[in-house]
């Protein structure tokens, strides 16, 4: 039979000391998670809805038996805090702590494991208490690259988020170097943030964000004001910046399943127009948004008449190319060879997606590919001086890499041939050493015998 009062902490009952030494951390006060600090961490800072945080923790019953523990598995454990994806004890607990903080949690059945407990572990309706470690915390990488962190102070109303197109107001504060250098309230179409002087950066996390929501966005130069800076901001090129954004009001655009095809087409026309515009003053991933967007909206239809799949096809062609070539000055030459292929799908004998797709192949060193597609080029247009200047290249790049390789493997089979030969002077060495030993035992056992010979007779 066990009771409350069989874990202990500082050899007193548990329940004792989260009486008199806990803090209540629940939004609600209603002591569903009560809080003893073992150790303090190392700042001030806290976790923020979403951050990614790595914890150890040992989970235990009232009884004091142990149910789970981290550092058994000699593994930590790493979640999204604040988004359900653990226990919502864990959720309000960890975003209480700092650093390198060291707590116990008190958690009751309705912030744990609830009225079914968990089969085999935990009884139903049982509280239990939790010992956890905050090892470290990190902002939510909205992009592959880490370009943009989002750290989320307070959680927007809803399920629901800007999409593209879609009319947004927001509040902004823009740091550099802590010092503040934007702070407005504004309004613009997301993908189109770039006209009222927002940076990509946090036109790119709208999707993410919801009515109401207040995050920190941390943008690197590529989000932010990229090469150039932002001098009339006095903000220097290559500049890390923050913005902390607050989505007050948004009104989304209709989905590509909600528009007509002469409403896209429509569309199509005004958005290529946009993505041109972005694309000549060197704005390539504000013009990528607007080709993508024309790719997403006709790459599923087919038309009812020959004008209409005419019109299709010339926006895909043009949408693909331009992506390209964005793709060519931002060197991402997987997404060059991509946006080529569909081009050449619709149109095999397309000079520019062709050469397009030779640069790409010739920036990867795939010189072999490169060229097939440069004379393509040529049996499309024979007068074609571009790709008759990069089928030369092609071709010093390939002699250069037979000569390459030719030295690496004479220089290759050499080291084995001096390694072959080695080990066979080892060899060598080590059988003549075996065959001097067997000599030198013959003529010792041989002067034994002489010398055990006369007195033996």
Not at 191 to 214: F, H, N, S, T, Y
Not at 256 to 285: C, I, T
Not at 358 to 370: H, M, P, T, V
Not at 396 to 414: L, R, V
């Amino acid at each position: 039979m066990t009771t409350d009062q069989d874990l202990k902490m500082d050899g007193q009952p548990a329940t004792s000391v989260f009486a008199t030494k806990g803090t209540d951390v629940t939004p609600k006060k209603d002591k569903g998670v009560v809080k003893v600090v073992k150790r303090q961490g190392l700042d001030e800072e806290r976790p923020m809805i979403g951050d990614r945080v790595t914890v150890h923790y040992t989970g235990k019953l009232l009884s004091g038996k142990k149910f789970d523990c981290s550092r058994e598995r000699k593994e930590p454990f790493r979640f999204n805090v604040g988004k359900g994806q653990v226990l919502k004890a864990w959720d309000i607990g960890v975003m209480s702590m700092q650093r390198g903080e060291v707590c116990t949690l008190l958690c009751k059945p309705e912030y744990a494991y609830g009225s079914a407990g968990n089969p085999d572990k935990i009884p139903p309706s049982s509280s239990v208490v939790f010992e956890m470690e905050l090892l470290k915390f990190e902002g939510e990488a909205l992009t592959g690259d880490s370009g943009i962190i989002r750290r989320i102070k307070v959680k927007g109303d809803g399920y629901m988020n800007p999409n593209d197109g879609a009319s947004v107001e927001v509040h902004l504060e823009g740091k550099c170097d802590g010092r503040r250098f934007d702070c407005r309230d504004v309004s613009f179409i997301v993908g189109e943030a770039e006209d009222k002087g927002v940076p990509l950066g946090v036109d790119r996390a709208m999707d993410k964000m919801q009515k109401g929501e207040c995050c920190l966005l941390y943008l690197k130069q590529k989000y932010g004001f990229g090469s150039e800076g932002k001098p009339e901001l006095k903000i220097g090129p290559y500049k890390d910046i923050v913005y902390e954004v607050t989505l007050k009001s948004f009104q989304r655009a209709k989905e590509s399943w909600e528009m007509d095809l002469p409403e896209k087409l429509e569309l199509a026309a005004v958005v290529k127009q946009k993505g041109n515009q972005y694309f000549k003053v060197g704005l390539h991933h504000q013009a990528v948004a607007q080709y993508q967007r024309i790719v997403l909206w006709l790459e599923m239809e087919c038309g009812t008449g020959m004008e209409q799949q005419k019109r299709i096809q010339s926006y895909m062609l043009t949408a693909h190319l331009n992506l390209a070539l964005c793709f060519l000055r931002t060197k991402e030459y997987t997404q060059v060879v991509e946006n080529c292929n569909k081009v050449v799908e619709l149109d095999e004998h397309n000079e520019k997606a062709l050469y397009r797709r030779g640069e790409a192949r010739l920036l990867r060193n795939e010189f072999s590919l490169a060229m097939e597609d440069f004379q393509h080029v040529l049996q499309v247009n024979p007068s074609n001086r571009a790709a008759h200047a990069q089928i030369s290249i092609c071709q010093s790049k390939i002699k250069e890499h037979h000569e390459q390789d030719k030295k690496t493997y004479a220089n290759m089979f050499q080291k084995f041939a001096e390694r072959d030969a080695k080990v066979r002077k080892t060899k060598r060495r080590r059988d003549e050493c075996v065959r001097n030993g067997m000599n030198g035992e013959v003529g010792i056992k041989r002067r034994w015998r002489s010398q055990d010979g006369p007195s033996a007779k």
